[in-house]
């Protein structure tokens, strides 16, 4: 699973979670009556997704300025 | 919903952000994308009052637009790692050399036919990543080959890997008369098209090399550029393709000319190395990575065929009309009801929303091509066994960026198209420009988007809404203003930050990437000029019937 710590991968399990979120959020919200907390749930998940490529930068610049402050 | 400065500013932050971010920040369309669909939620929400519902459904929509493009983008990425691993584009070099001596020739056959037609298989920079390291193979110095390789082929973006960004402008659009805005951007592009030929001409030795290479410019320009003009109106998806593929080989016919059956007349060029090639091992190793190399030598036939396979293909499924509506019966697609912001803006509801017909979509014919292509060159012993693992990982590792920054963007032009936003932009600029003023400038807001994001398709997502609304808050041609946003999109990718910084990382001179944007500058002035003063006519003289 060494994998996963790679930003490339993180970014795709954010796409992943963005379908599941679409997919739910569709059969919440499309209907007459609309499942509210199904919805949420679906934007819920995209949203999430959505931030993966922007935490895992923060991570990533984080650790970039640890590392020049070690290095000093 | 009232426009004011307040809202129009609130509407126009998502776009500003990504703006700043790509191009002030140098973040990747992945990362910056995101923030611009939450900042476009945030003042879907809180100034343009769309319920939680609406926010929603439009996301879902947009996640769907997305899935459709992907369809095409991932199996056009493996048709090019597979090829590449093979050494296919090797072969094409070879039999290319072997027609003839002519340096002019080889610049304009690689630099200008051999992009635009990587342009109609497979955009995602692939024409840049391997046509600069191509060219520098045939002696091209690797400054040039990179100005070269982008000049070369972002004419054929709009309708090149089978129309994925005129797909993209017609999934975010309601085009009144589909038909004459592509016919019109036709004529924008063809426009674009010889500029280019003539341009990189001119590069390579000036007056001498324009007046050397007009026949070849003149004949390929009517193939490719005329045939895309030909057949963008009735079939966009072939419109770039097929003219590419023609003019292709087009140029093994020119190279039997008498005109280029000898040396080039050109005895000094700037763009040509004076003796060998530059020996920095880096710049070499990462060149080779581009092109692939081959196990053993491989005809020029075999390399093409899998593109023939397309070709064949596309012709079955999309020409032959009880063919095409057979396997076009086969449909799937979302019903989505009517959604109304409270302040009263309404998006109308769907029965089939962007219904997808799987046996007629381009990706499915690209993903039947890699097959063909990766059986086919492992028969041949030119993919090593078990290659065929880091072909599939490598090809879904390099889409996954492109996946997140549409899943973004896509969803963003849909929240903001839902919510009002786009319509507020479009009335505010409406309220100070004058008519035919914006007509002329439309393409520029085309290569402002391609400028951000490296993509026409994404320059299109975004701003073809925008585009399309300030049309008709003016009461201007939608044909001139949509033709003129897609062009301009497509020609912006000489100059798109991702897109220069392919093509020189491949030859190693990306430190030179703010004298290459530059340099092509030009090419994108001179372009948006011609293309301004078109869209313009097409405006007055309703030229394309819109």
Redesign the interface.
């Known amino acids: 699973m060494s994998w996963i710590h790679e930003r490339?991968?993180q970014?795709?399990l954010?796409?992943l979670l963005?379908?599941i979120g679409?997919l739910l959020?569709?059969q919440?919200?499309?209907r007459?009556s609309?499942n509210?907390a199904l919805?949420?749930v679906?934007?819920g998940l995209?949203?999430f997704?959505?931030?993966i490529?922007?935490i895992t930068?923060f991570i990533e610049s984080e650790q970039e300025k640890k590392g020049e402050r070690g290095e000093n | 919903m009232e426009v004011t400065l307040i809202n129009w500013l609130v509407a126009l932050l998502p776009l500003a952000a990504i703006l700043y971010l790509l191009v002030g920040r140098n973040?990747k369309a992945?990362?910056a994308a995101?923030?611009g669909?939450?900042l476009a939620l945030a003042a879907a929400v809180l100034v343009f009052q769309a319920p939680?519902?609406l926010?929603?459904?439009q996301?879902?929509k947009g996640?769907?637009d997305a899935?459709f493009i992907l369809y095409v983008i991932v199996p056009a990425l493996l048709l090019y790692e597979v090829s590449k691993e093979a050494g296919a584009f090797q072969a094409i070099r070879r039999g290319i050399e072997s027609y003839t001596p002519n340096e002019l020739l080889h610049v304009l056959a690689i630099g200008w036919v051999f992009s635009s037609f990587l342009q109609g298989i497979t955009g995602f920079g692939a024409p840049a990543a391997v046509t600069a390291p191509l060219l520098v193979a045939f002696g091209v110095r690797p400054f040039w080959a990179v100005v070269i390789a982008l000049t070369g082929h972002t004419w054929a973006n709009t309708f090149g890997t089978l129309a994925v960004a005129w797909e993209g402008l017609t999934a975010v659009t309601d085009m009144e008369n589909a038909s004459a805005i592509a016919l019109t951007t036709g004529v924008m592009l063809l426009v674009a098209n010889v500029f280019a030929g003539l341009l990189i001409a001119w590069m390579f030795g000036r007056g001498r090399g324009i007046r050397e290479a007009l026949p070849a410019v003149l004949i390929i320009s009517t193939i490719h550029g005329g045939g895309q003009l030909l057949l963008a109106p009735i079939a966009p998806t072939l419109a770039n393709f097929l003219p590419v593929t023609v003019a292709l080989g087009t140029i093994f016919l020119l190279a039997r000319s008498p005109w280029y059956r000898k040396d080039t007349e050109v005895t000094e060029s700037e763009v040509m190395k004076p003796g060998e090639l530059d020996d920095d091992e880096d710049w070499e190793a990462r060149a080779k990575e581009a092109v692939g190399h081959e196990e053993q030598e491989m005809s020029l036939l075999t390399a093409l065929a899998p593109y023939l396979v397309l070709i064949g293909l596309i012709v079955v499924a999309l020409l032959i009309g009880p063919v095409n509506e057979l396997l076009g019966s086969v449909r799937l697609g979302?019903?989505?009801?009517e959604l109304q912001t409270d302040t009263g803006f309404i998006t109308p509801g769907v029965e089939s929303y962007r219904s997808f017909a799987p046996l007629t979509h381009p990706g499915t014919f690209l993903l039947l091509s890699a097959l063909f292509a990766f059986l086919l060159f492992r028969n041949k012993g030119e993919i090593r066994p078990g290659r065929i693992d880091d072909i599939l990982v490598g090809t879904?590792?390099t889409s996954?960026?492109s996946?997140?920054a549409l899943?973004?963007l896509i969803?963003l032009a849909k929240v903001m198209e839902g919510s009002g936003q786009t319509l507020v932009l479009a009335q505010g600029i409406a309220a100070v420009a004058p008519g035919l003023v914006y007509v002329f400038l439309a393409p520029v807001v085309g290569v402002l988007g391609s400028f951000m994001t490296s993509s026409n398709l994404s320059s299109n997502i975004l701003f073809g809404p925008l585009q399309e609304s300030t049309a008709t808050a003016l009461n201007i041609s939608q044909v001139a203003v949509l033709a003129a946003q897609t062009a301009g999109g497509a020609i912006g990718n000489a100059i798109a930050p991702g897109i220069v910084l392919l093509g020189s990382g491949a030859v190693g001179v990306s430190d030179r990437m703010g004298e290459i944007i530059r340099i092509n500058m030009r090419y994108v002035l001179v372009s948006l000029v011609l293309i301004g003063i078109l869209a313009v006519l097409a405006a007055l003289f309703s030229f394309g019937g819109g």
Request: hydrophobic content about 70%; overall charge positive; cysteine-free.
């Open positions: 490339v991968w970014m795709g954010g796409a963005v379908l679409a959020a569709y919440a919200a499309a007459e609309v509210s919805m949420w679906g934007l995209i949203f997704g959505l931030l490529p922007l930068r | 973040w992945a990362t995101p923030v669909f939450f939680a519902r926010i929603a459904l996301t879902v996640v769907w899935l979302f019903s989505f009801p879904v590792r996954i960026p996946a997140v899943f973004a969803p």
